[in-house]
C-alpha cells in the first residue's frame, strides 16, 4: 500500500486488515442493514466510494467497511473492538473537511455520524442544545429558528456538515465575529475513547469550574483521541433584524479603514465582516453568471452584516456607516440589501466563491491566519512568485488559473486559493513550503480554521513549537495508545 496523496506514506503493519469474520461481528453489534456498507464480503464499491473521496476531490482512501452507529453505545462497542483488533478508524461526519481529514489515507474503517442524527433537547430559558453528533448544521439552526434561536456558526457547507464535524475542526465560519469560536459556545460534549469509555461530558451548565475541561481536547481534535457523539451548545436568540451591504473598494489599505470604522459605528449590531479580491468576484460571476451587484470594477470587496432587534434602528445605523465611508472616499460604491432576497443574493458573492473555484478543476487551499495589516499581501507576493515562475499567465496555456484571496476579515483569517487546471506537483512545490515559512516568520497560524488533516500533516512545526507537539502526542498516546484513531494525519 502506499497513498497517492502522500508517496512517502506507508500503512502501518501493526494495523489488522478486515477479516469476514469482523465485518459479521460489526452486523451483529449495529443490527440494521443501514449500519454497515460491507466491501469486505460483497462488492460495494460504488456505495462506499462517496465514504473514499473528500469534498474536493482531492484525497481518496481505500476503506472497504464503513459503519454507521446511531448512538455512543454501539460507537462504545465498534471502537472497543477496533482497539482490541488494531483496526484502524476514520471518523466522519458530513464529509466536507477542506483538508483531507475525513477520509481514509489505506484501509481504515470509516465510522460515519449520519445516523447519530436526533436532537436531543432545547432549553428555551438558557438557549442551551443538546444534539446528537450526526445533526446536519442547517437542521440544527432550522430547529432553533422556530424557537426564536440562532446556532452560533454558519458556514457555506451548512447543508452537509455535521455539528459533531464542526467541533472536532473546530469551524469558524461566517460568524465568529460575533458569536465567538466554539471553544466558548460548546458547554459540553459526549464522546467515545478508542478504548470504549464513554467520555460523558454534556454539561448544560454555563460556568463550571470543577478540573480540568476535558471537553476542549476535543474541539479541534479532527478525529484523532475519541468519537464525538452528542454536543451541548450555547444558542443566543435568533435577531428579529439582520441586514447586509456589499461594497467595493479601491485598496486594501481602505478596507481596513472601512472595518475599522465598521467597528466603531457598527459596534454591537455588527454580526460580520467578509473580504473579497476582485479576483474571486470576478469567477462567481463567470461561473454564476449572475449580474454584479456594483456597476464599476474594484480590486476588492467587502460584505458588512449587522443582526439586532430593531430593523428600523439598524436600517439607520447601517446607512449612516453607509455615508460615512462612502463621504470620506474610503468606499468606492456600495449598496445595502432591501429584503431578503437581496440578503441572500448578496451573500452569495461570498459563499458562492468555494463553488466556482472548485468549477476550475483543482484548488490548492491556504487558510492562515495573519496580521490584518498583512492579510493581503500573501496574494500578492503569491501571484508574484508563480507569475516569475512562470505557473501565471494571461491565457490558458499556463497551468494556474486564478490565485485569490478572500475570508473573514474580523478574525484576520484569510482563504488563499490557487486554482489550477489539475493539481500539479510542481506548482505545488513552488508554493509549499513557501506559503508555510512567510506565515511563519509573521507568526501567524498555518490553519486559522480548517484544521490541519492530511494536507498540513508536515507542516504542523510552522504554528506549534517542539514542546508544544510533544504535549499533544502524550495525549495523543494517552487517549489513543495503539493509534487507530485518523491515522496518518498531522499527529
Ligand atoms: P468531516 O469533513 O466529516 O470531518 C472533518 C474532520 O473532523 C475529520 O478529521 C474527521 O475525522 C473529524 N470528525 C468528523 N466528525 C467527527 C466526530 N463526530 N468525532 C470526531 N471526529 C470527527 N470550515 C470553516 O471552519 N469555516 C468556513 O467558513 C467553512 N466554509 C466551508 C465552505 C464550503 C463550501 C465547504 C465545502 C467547506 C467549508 N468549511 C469551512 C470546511 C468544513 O465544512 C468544516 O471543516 C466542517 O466543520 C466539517 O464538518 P463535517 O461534518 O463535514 O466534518
Ligand atoms: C470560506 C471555505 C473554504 C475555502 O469560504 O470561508 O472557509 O477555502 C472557507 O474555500
Ligand atoms: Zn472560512
Known sequence: YTSDAYPNVKRNPNFAELSADDVAHFKELLGSQSAVIDGVTTDATDDIEPFNSDWMRKYRGHTRLVLKPKDAQEVSKVLKYCNERKLAVVPQGGNTGLVGGSVPVFDEIVINTSRM?????????????????G??????????????????????????????????????????????????????????????????????????????????????????????TAVAIQCPPRPKAVNVAYFGLE???????????AKGQLSEILSAFELMDGRSQKLVIESTGNKHPLEGEYPFYCLVETSGSNAEHDMEKLESFLENVMGEGIVADGVLAQDETQFQALWRWREGITESLSHLGGTYKYDVSIPLADLYQLVEDCKARLTEKGFVGDDDSFPVRAVVGYGHMGDSNLHLNVAVR?????????????????????????????????????FIGYSQNETMVKLMKQLKNLYDPNGIMNPYKYI
Do not use: M
Open 117 to 133: 442524527n436526533q436532537i436531543r433537547s432545547f432549553d428555551a430559558a438558557s438557549g442551551v442544545l443538546v444534539a446528537d453528533a
Open 135 to 228: 445533526v446536519i448544521l442547517e437542521v440544527a439552526d432550522q430547529y432553533l429558528a422556530e424557537r426564536e434561536h440562532l446556532f452560533p456558526l454558519d458556514l457555506g457547507a451548512k447543508g452537509s456538515c455535521h455539528i459533531g464535524g464542526n467541533v472536532s475542526t473546530n469551524a469558524g465560519g461566517l460568524r465568529l465575529l460575533r458569536y465567538g469560536s466554539l471553544h466558548g459556545s460548546v458547554l459540553g460534549l459526549e464522546a467515545v475513547l478508542p478504548d470504549g469509555t464513554v467520555v460523558d461530558a454534556l454539561s448544560t451548565l454555563r460556568k463550571n469550574n470543577t478540573g480540568y475541561d476535558l471537553k476542549q481536547l476535543f474541539i479541534g481534535s479532527e478525529g484523532t483521541i475519541g468519537l464525538v
Open 251 to 261: 485598496s486594501f489599505e481602505q478596507v481596513q479603514q472601512a472595518y475599522l470604522a
Open 422 to 458: 489539475q493539481y500539479n506537483k510542481e506548482v505545488e512545490k513552488a508554493i509549499e513550503p513557501w506559503v508555510y515559512e512567510w506565515i511563519q516568520k509573521r507568526q501567524g497560524s498555518i490553519s486559522a480554521e480548517h484544521g490541519l488533516g492530511v494536507a498540513k500533516r508536515e
